[in-house]
C-alpha cells in the first residue's frame, strides 16, 4: 500500500466557501427584496396623500426598484454559487477516488501527496502550480491530473480547450503540462535535477468518449487504469532515497517516520525570480 504523505482537498474547501457565500446572499436578497417593496409602498403612499416626507415619490420608486434588482441579482447568484459548489463537490469526489485507488494498488515504495501547491514566485502577484497528485518514487516523479469529464471529447492533444457539443473544455493534458514544467523549474532552482518526470491524465468517467488523436499516451480512463500505468515505469528508474527525501521536504511534504534519510529538516519552498 502506497504511503499517503499529504492529503487536503482545495476544491472541498472552495465548495465550502461557495456555500455559505450562497447561503448569506439568500438571506440577504430576501432582506433586499421586501425592503424594496416597503420601500415602494411607502413612496406610492406619499404621493396618494400629497405630502412630501422622505423627498418625493419618485425617489422612492428609485430606491425601492434599486433594491429589489439587487435582491433579484443576488438570488441568481446565489444559486450560480450553488451549482459550483457541486461541480466543486463532484470534482473532490472524483480525486478522493483516484487517491483510494492509488494507496490500495501502489506499494509502499510509492509516496502520494494530494492536492499540492507549489508556489513559482514572481513579481508582484506570486504565482502558483496547484497538483491533484504527486507521486514520488520508482519510474521517478509522477504529476496527475483528475477530471471528471463525460460525453464526446473532440480536439487535439496540444489545444487550448477540448469541444464537448457547444461546450468548451479545459485541456487537461496542456493543463498538466504546465504543472510538470513549472515544478521542473522550481526543482532545477533547489538544485535538484535529474529525476524523470511523467505526466498523466485520468478521467474518473467511464463513459467519457475521446476523439483526440493519440489521447491513449496522455490520458487512462479510470483510476485501476492509472495505478497498471505507473506500475509499467517502476523498473525505469531507480529513485536514489535521498534525492526523493530532499524533493520531499522542498515541496513541504511531511515524511512518514522511518522513512527518511539524513536531510535539513526545514527548506522554504518559496523563490524569488533570479
Keep these: 500500500m502506497a504511503l499517503h504523505v499529504k492529503t487536503e482537498h482545495t476544491l472541498g474547501s472552495l465548495g465550502d466557501s461557495n456555500r455559505r457565500e450562497a447561503g448569506l446572499l439568500r438571506r440577504l436578497s430576501w432582506i433586499e427584496i421586501m ?6 409602498l411607502f413612496g406610492k403612499g406619499v404621493m396618494v396623500s400629497g405630502q412630501l416626507i422622505f423627498g418625493n415619490g419618485s425617489s422612492h420608486y428609485f430606491w425601492g426598484g434599486f433594491l429589489l434588482f439587487l435582491g433579484i441579482s443576488h438570488i441568481f447568484k446565489s ?26 494498488g501502489l506499494p509502499d515504495s510509492f509516496w502520494l501527496a494530494d492536492d499540492l501547491t507549489v508556489n513559482l514566485g514572481g513579481f508582484p502577484r506570486p504565482r502558483t502550480s496547484q ?7 520508482p519510474g521517478g516523479l509522477w504529476i496527475l491530473e483528475t477530471k471528471a469529464y463525460a460525453g464526446h471529447l473532440e480536439g487535439k492533444l496540444t489545444d487550448q480547450k477540448w469541444r464537448r457539443g457547444k461546450d468548451q473544455l479545459t485541456n487537461p493534458v496542456v493543463q ?10 522550481f526543482l532545477r532552482r533547489k538544485g535538484l535535477s535529474g529525476v524523470p518526470f511523467n505526466s498523466l491524465v485520468i478521467m474518473t468517467r467511464t463513459d467519457v468518449r475521446m476523439s483526440v488523436p493519440g489521447w491513449d499516451r496522455e490520458i487512462v480512463i ?10 509499467s ?28 534519510t539524513s536531510v535539513p529538516t526545514q527548506i522554504s519552498i518559496d523563490f524569488h525570480e533570479e
Design 222 to 231: 479510470g483510476p485501476d487504469s492509472a495505478v497498471a500505468r505507473i506500475l
Design 131 to 137: 497538483m491533484d497528485h504527486l507521486i514520488l518514487g
Design 35 to 40: 425592503g424594496g417593496i416597503l420601500i415602494i
Design 79 to 104: 444559486r450560480e454559487d450553488e451549482h459550483a459548489a457541486f461541480l466543486m463537490d463532484y470534482g473532490r469526489e472524483g480525486e478522493e477516488q483516484v487517491s483510494r485507488a492509488l494507496l490500495r
Design 176 to 185: 498538466n503540462q504546465y504543472h510538470v514544467d513549472s515544478l521542473k523549474d
Design 233 to 260: 515505469s517502476a523498473s525505469k528508474y531507480d529513485f536514489p532515497a535521498e534525492l526523493r527525501d530532499r524533493i520531499a521536504v522542498a515541496l513541504g511534504i511531511d515524511m512518514p517516520v522511518n522513512q527518511c
